[in-house]
């Protein structure tokens, strides 16, 4: 049967993947370029010459290293931070009542559904006055309230699709409250959690806006260090390097993402 | 002795309308298994689930063993529930279900292994205990669910319509296997149905529901043949119920009468399809046959009363009859209700 059908060419599907090809691959693929190239002058339309030439340069200042390890710390300490809150209180959101539950559920979409420049000079005004800005502990605060959509509404979601008469069996034979959620809600929601936690770490990251205002110049991120390379030197390559470096955790996400989809495990987390 | 209590148990829902249970009673034997029985929303499975521990109830007492534990947490009652959905912890495979209890309880390692394969070979899933959950059809996962309360050798099983979602052919090969289970162990069950089959085959005892209330309590071969109350008489197998009155001793409606010894007044005649007899009659018809159904060893006829008010009547030839016939009826057992209660039986 399936033979005697002549596949017609899919001219949608075509232009769809030439259209995501330029905008998502291509760029990629420039910037990847870059920061591989020693020499590319205009009009040739491949480098002159190839080389590891900034990545040395690069890699030799202290200041990328010291952004580097400021990122990261600032991301473990901001997700960690924002699970210990957000998940108890995503539980409580998924499994209790309790007054004003609907208003302050929404509050964590209406903080995002605004431009949040605004919001975060008006926080800013406030860590100064406690003496916050330009502090490690200011910056952590001002992205820990970024996070707060992902690690609460995905969780929400996460804990409601788990089985009530799952968690109620468990209470039959023999747990308690705690035990069941350790037990049974917690691995049964984990995947989607998983994802959430990821997404906030990658998130946290990239986060560029608010470690400008209340961090820099004191405390500078990857993603800040890199837009300050831009705006004073002219090097192309030096910013492309730095871009490549903020793939990696971005990739790592990815994989993991695809594992976790893959199993099928996020699509039951949603209810799927 | 009874092993489980249940005294004027109410249970009004928090918004206040519903009362899901309305003053209910029972007192269920060591090693009885009782059936709760009645259609969707009479209450059933929140009276189990009271029992469970899963919900409070507004009012009265749950005794067990003599301990009232009316207000003790389900971890702490000495019940297994097993649910409609199985309710298996898909994290684990078919071991870890089981041993998830024991371990709870502090069990040695060796016994655990020792007392899970045990219940395992006793549900018939012998050598199962490494497939994870997904890997089990879903008669399968019904019996390890079993497994899984029984391993904790519960005081009382309380099972909410175990085999609801399965094809009637495992449904029917389960419950065997349930009742041998029961009574091999001598488990005293509370088990919810809505199927009168699962109920009559099942029970030691049924308990017949309606809103929230006990409508009857009784052997199943009696709720069968003696109804209580015209609900349980129409809800247990097939039954004729014909509203009529009574005048002088004699029952009427529509054209159709028979002696009734009671006293004047409106009355329930019921009747069931296999006590009533027809014969076929051109004058004064009683009756006129609607459809005939050949089931091959018997036959059903549906007929209209002269007001057409439906009557069924079970016959061993049903070629005698055809459709649009005249026919008398001729009841040979009989039951009369007014005010939902009994009051005539012949
Ligand atoms: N959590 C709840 N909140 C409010 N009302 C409820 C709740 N649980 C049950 N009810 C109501 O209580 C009544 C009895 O419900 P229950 O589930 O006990 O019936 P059931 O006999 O088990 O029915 P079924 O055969 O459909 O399972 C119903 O009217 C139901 O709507
Ligand atoms: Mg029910």
New binding site residues.
Partial sequence: MATLVHRKTDWTGIVLAVVLTLVIVFPLIVVGTWAFTNVWRYPSVIPQEFGLRFWYQTLARADVWTSITTSLTLATTVTGISALICLPAAYAFARMDFPGRDILFFSFLAGHAFPKFGLLVAIAGIFLQLNLIGTFWGVVLIQLVGTLLFMIWIPVAAFQSVDRRMEEAARDVGAGPFRVFWSITLPQAGPTIAAAVLLSFVGTFYETEGAWLIGAPQVRTLPVLMISFINNQPVIQYGAVLSVLLWVPSFIALMFARRVVNSGSFARGFGG | MSVLKIKDVSKI???GT?R?VDNFSLDVADGELVCLL??????????LRMVGGFERPTSGLMIINGEDITHVPPEKRPTGMVFQSHALWTHMNVFKNLAFGLKLRKVAPDEIKRRVEGVLDLVGLGGYGTRHVAQLSGGQQQRVALARSLVLEPKILLLD?PFASLDQHLRERLREEVRDIQQRLKITTLF?T?GQDEALSMADRIVV?RD?KTEQIDRPDIVYREPQTPFVAGFIGTMNLIEGTVSNGIFSKAGYSTPLPVSDGPAILAVRPEALDLTVANDNAQGKVHRVTDYGTHGLVDLELLDSTRVKAMVSHPDLFRAGQGVRLAPKAIAAYRDNAVIHRA
Wanted: no cysteine.
């Fill in positions: 829902f928090a918004n519903v899901a009645g259609p969707s929303g009479s209450g059933k499975s929140t009276l319509e919810v809505h529901m929230g």
